[in-house]
């Protein structure tokens, strides 16, 4: 029996250790869970049920009233027609936002990596320092061209000062992405006859999926979350889902609807969560992925 | 060498090519004529500027002076792809997404040519390279010698006036390297196309080409077939550039005994006479003065019983201090003038560390260099 013990203790402490780590993993996981939970339950209760109190019991009755009303009905200021105007209205300088600046910042990384000039690297630099760039300290100057560019107020003024300032951004992943594409294979190309442009959308774009999603992830997830640019550039009726839900949920007026609150902070997530979702796996891929050995 | 005025359509001529960057000169007034059909190599340590010369013939740098002519025509202002040329890389440089069909392809669809100049040149690269069942591969599903055959497949594809090597097999492992060695040398035997090829490697230039570009710091030292630039070097450093082990190298002082013109050594104990071959009449105005002595490995070698009496040769024993066996020969290290010196002798022989060995010195391929510039004293 005794040998028995002493044969098996390794195993026996590698599996403790196992039961430990996952412990603490669920639970990590259950905690960060817990606030969607509590919106999501929320959020398919009825008001009474809310008022009684319970945060995280489960519905009694299970209702998706909120869900219409935050979609098609809820009133954000003077407007009661939902949140859906305020999702498509997202949707529609979201897009060409995250497909102009990655198409960018493609082209600057294969141009800083492939194409290097005199000061080449000194640009680059200096393109970094957009990263560091607050919001807030962008806005004047930003409204005073958007002015001058006659597109203040418009969805294409919000595309452009998204675009401008995904930029830093898609232009380092690209950049760090190309800098191991050997240069030798640039050089092949242009022996074979291929030209700047053709190198780039017949070799160099070709490579470049996982990187792609990596920017496409990043960049939605940042302009679809904006606020302060959204609220500040859009034009009134236009207005991004951010400040639509932020004129919702402040809103004093009236009876505080929880349940139509979560289900439109739900509603103003899933496009995000979707993408991660989808393309989660390729994020992890991409942002560890640095060679593009043959 | 190459007769100017005639145009070959793979001839290649470099005049007076000079590669600066800012104040730095990379190349200083490089010449050279390839003749159509040539197996030409540049070799030289790395930094020697001979991947430089090579990028600016097939015009991925730009030229400061001079000119470079392929087939008579100068190229200098002509971008890469209108050169007539095909270069192969180091690093494959395979267009990853592309499968071997398409990277060999690439090069003549950007050029717009028919699908049957295609469907033929694709039929006729992968006969001559022999990877007919490869075509459908991605090039990261072949090995490293495959991936190298693609390389040189895209190179044969256009069929160019030139090829350009850029050390291709410096990453392939020791026994791949000798096999593509061989299917290289079979390939130009077999288009016979011009070759310009880049190498570190001395042994790769000695066996490869018809003649050997030997640079050093952006200048050529010698150009020569193998042979004449192992046996004949211009320099110190093109004689212990060239050879594996390298020429051993003693510092020595001419005398004159006997008539004779020669070199005294000492191996620690003793000292002899070691007499130069007549024909080196440089030595006759340096009596007494220092020199450095270059002999190969292989021409010191055991005591041949059946050589009889050879009037090039002397024999001298000599303390043997280490032996390395490489199988066909026996590789020993002794002293002479202080300096190790490598001798090359037969295994049967069986030497031993620390004996006294009797060694045959041939005499008829000695030579000889000045201490302070470096040059071949002839």
């Known amino acids: ?294 | 060498m190459g007769r100017p005025g005639v145009t070959d359509m793979g001839s290649l001529s470099i005049r007076n090519v000079v590669k600066r960057y800012g104040n730095v000169t990379i190349l200083k007034s490089i010449d050279l004529e390839v003749r159509d059909g040539e197996f030409v190599i540049l070799v030289g340590p790395s930094g020697c500027g001979k991947s430089t010369l090579l990028n600016m013939i097939a015009g991925l740098d730009t030229v400061s002076e001079g000119e470079i002519a392929i087939g008579g025509r100068v190229v200098n202002n002509l971008p890469p792809k209108d050169r007539d040329i095909a270069m192969v890389f180091q690093s494959y440089a395979l267009y990853p997404t592309m499968n071997v069909r398409d990277n060999i392809l690439f090069g003549l669809r950007i050029r717009k040519s028919s699908p049957q100049q295609m469907e033929e040149a694709l039929a006729r690269v992968a006969k001559t390279l022999q990877m007919e069942h490869l075509l459908d591969r991605k090039p990261s599903q072949l090995s490293g010698g495959q991936r190298q055959r693609v390389a040189m497949g895209r190179a044969l594809a256009r069929d160019p006036a030139l090829f350009l090597f850029d050390e291709p097999l410096s990453n392939l492992d020791a026994k791949l390297r000798v096999d593509m060695r061989t299917e290289i040398k079979l390939l130009h035997e077999r288009v016979k196309t011009t070759i310009v090829y880049v190498t570190h490697d001395q042994i790769e230039a000695m066996t490869l080409g018809d003649r050997i570009v030997v640079m050093k710091e952006g200048e050529v030292r010698q150009v020569g077939t193998p042979q004449e630039v192992y046996d004949d070097p211009a320099d110190l450093f093109v004689a212990g550039f060239i050879g594996s082990p390298s020429m051993n190298f003693i510092r020595c002082t001419v005398e004159s005994r006997g008539g004779r013109l020669g070199v005294a050594l000492h191996d620690g104990g003793g000292s002899f006479f070691m007499p130069a071959p007549p024909s080196i009449g440089g030595l006759g105005e340096r009596v007494g003065q220092e020199v450095i002595l270059g002999i190969r490995p292989e021409q010191i070698t055991d005591k041949d019983p059946y050589a009889g009496a050879n009037p090039h040769s002397i024999e001298q024993a000599a303390r043997i201090e280490v032996v390395q066996p490489t199988g066909p020969d026996t590789l020993v290290l002794i002293h002479l003038n202080g300096t190790p010196v490598t001798c090359r002798v037969h295994p049967g022989a069986n030497p031993k560390a620390g004996q006294s060995m009797g060694l045959t010195f041939d005499l008829s391929k000695l030579v000889f260099f000045d201490p302070s510039t470096e040059k071949r004293i002839r």
């Open chain 1, 1 to 294: 029996m005794a040998d028995f013990v002493r044969a098996d203790s390794a195993g026996g402490g590698r599996a403790l250790g196992r039961i430990v780590v996952y412990g603490l993993l669920i639970l990590v996981a259950l905690y960060y869970l817990m606030p969607l939970f509590v919106m999501l339950t929320t959020s398919i209760k009825t008001l009474e049920e809310i008022r009684a109190g319970n945060l995280i019991a489960l519905p009694g009755t299970v209702t998706f009233e909120a869900w219409a009303k935050a979609w098609g009905s809820v009133c954000t200021g003077a407007d009661c027609s939902g949140l859906k105007n305020n999702f498509w209205s997202s949707v529609s300088f979201v897009l060409p936002a995250v497909v102009i600046s990655t198409l960018i910042g493609a082209f600057n990384g294969y141009v800083l990596t492939l194409w290097r000039f005199k000061g080449s690297d000194l640009l680059f630099t200096t393109m970094l320092v957009g990263c560091f760039i607050p919001f807030q300290v962008v806005l004047l100057p930003m409204a005073q061209t958007l002015g001058w560019l006659g597109l203040a107020n418009t969805t294409s003024g919000l595309v452009f000062v998204h675009v401008v300032y995904g930029l830093a951004f898609t232009t380092l992943f690209f950049r760090n992405f190309y800098v191991s594409v050997p240069e030798e294979m640039v050089k092949a190309a242009r022996i074979d006859g291929a030209g700047f442009f053709t190198i780039f959308w017949r070799i160099i774009l070709p490579l470049s999926p996982p990187i792609i999603v990596v920017c496409v992830i990043w960049q939605f997830t940042q302009i679809w979350n904006d606020f302060l640019f959204g609220v500040v550039f859009s034009g009134g009726d236009r207005q991004p889902i951010t400040v639509a839900l932020n004129n919702l949920v402040n809103t004093s007026t009236g009876v505080k609807e929880y349940n139509v609150d979560m289900a439109a902070a739900i509603i103003a997530a899933l496009p995000t969560l979707f993408v991660y979702i989808v393309a989660g796996k390729y994020f992890v891929r991409g942002l560890t992925a640095g060679s593009v050995k043959g």
